[in-house]
């Protein structure tokens, strides 16, 4: 059993910041990418970052320069730094995680259970 958490969401005014924070636990042999998606009202989810366990990142156009991703691979916790953020970034934020569970297994997806993020105008 593999379990992601997320916290750090929640309410804020444009131009504010916001840090997310989602944290793997559970049987765990070994983490590849970490990655956040996000999904706004009425809109398909988007992917927003990933960053592999090597630490290559890749960010969706968009959100370059407000959004920084990072990791922390000895707490198997990734983090979304928001800055400057805007009425259209409100969405459900979730994580995940491709996490092998033994030395045989290939790695597969776990998603965290999402943090809503609300920036008003």
């Known amino acids: 059993q593999v379990q992601l958490v997320e916290s750090g969401g929640g309410w804020v005014q444009a131009g504010g910041s916001l840090r997310l924070s989602c944290a793997a636990s559970g049987s765990i042999f070994s983490i590849d990418a970490m990655g956040w998606h996000r999904q706004a009202p009425g809109k398909e989810r988007e992917s927003i970052a990933f960053?592999?366990?090597?630490?290559?990142?890749n960010y969706a156009e968009s959100l370059k320069g407000r959004f920084t991703i990072s990791r922390d691979n000895a707490k198997n916790t990734v983090y979304l730094q928001m800055n400057n953020l805007k009425p259209e970034d409100t969405a459900v934020y979730y994580c995940y995680a491709d996490i092998a569970i033994n030395y045989r297994g290939y790695p597969s997806r776990s998603w965290g259970q999402g943090t809503q993020v609300t920036v008003s105008s």
């Open positions: 960053i592999t366990a090597g630490g290559t990142i």
